[in-house]
């Protein structure tokens, strides 16, 4: 299994654009690249998924370089309800794939 | 999307007393969940893998006695934790993957369970 590394923290303002960077240097062939969101007692929330070049959705953008080697979710226009951590997950998308989650990035937005 | 549902969303008990956690996936058929633990400000802890009709698969240092997995159904899943301790005190969380949605990799998360140990 992949192992990421992201930063263990980061802060923004209201309306600005937040982009967080994962590291996954030995994603397989097969692996896709998917970032979840979580705030306090909750369970973890699908922002995003992808395997390579751009993908966007209502909520997010997420870029994947050629060698895929590492990725960068984009989030425009945070507001502070965007505080949560922010886990990025590489694997195979096999019913029996298991997600590792790693330490995930703690995105604090202020007013 | 999916919806995954967990039940408690709280609970407290005693020490050495045991305690039974459902996951359901409430509008999907999912032969396999998967089971986590967190603890405060840290990160999803995946404990076993629960599959249906079959004995879980446990990660590594995670005690199969103690945390009873059963997957009676393709929508339930329980996990019992045997004579809890307050160490035993934590958010246990279940996830699920809809085969349903063709070429969709997205596994779903409950909301979670709280269990406090006194």
């Known amino acids: 299994l992949a192992k990421t590394t992201q930063p263990i923290s980061m802060d923004s303002y209201e309306g600005q654009e937040v982009n967080i960077t994962c590291s996954h240097n030995?994603?397989?062939?097969?692996?896709?690249i998917t970032w979840y969101q979580q705030f306090p007692s909750q369970g973890p929330r699908f922002i995003i998924q992808g395997y390579k070049t751009k993908v966007t959705n209502e909520v997010a953008s997420l870029f994947i370089p050629a060698d895929r080697k590492s990725s960068t979710l984009s989030l425009p226009r945070v507001s502070l309800s965007d505080t949560a951590v922010y886990y990025c997950l590489v694997g195979y998308g096999g019913a029996t794939n298991k997600l590792i989650f790693g330490t995930g990035t703690l995105l604090a937005v202020q007013p | 999307g999916a919806v995954v549902s967990q039940h408690p969303s709280w609970v407290i008990c005693k020490s050495g007393t045991s305690v039974k956690i459902e996951c359901r996936s409430l509008d999907f058929q999912a032969t396999t969940m998967f089971w986590y633990r967190q603890f405060p400000k840290q990160s999803l802890m995946l404990m076993a893998t629960?599959?249906?009709?079959?004995?879980?698969?446990?990660e590594q240092g995670v005690e199969k006695d103690k945390f009873l997995i059963n997957h009676a159904s393709l929508t339930l899943s329980t996990l019992t934790v045997t004579s809890a301790h307050p160490e035993d005190s934590s958010f246990y969380i279940c996830?699920?993957?809809?085969?349903?949605?063709?070429?969709?990799?997205?596994?779903?998360f409950g909301p979670g369970t709280r269990l406090t140990v006194t």
């Open positions: 996830s699920a993957r809809d085969l349903g949605q063709g070429n969709s990799y997205e596994q779903y």
């Open positions: 030995n994603i397989a062939t097969n692996d896709y």
């Open positions: 629960s599959n249906e009709g079959s004995k879980a698969t446990y």
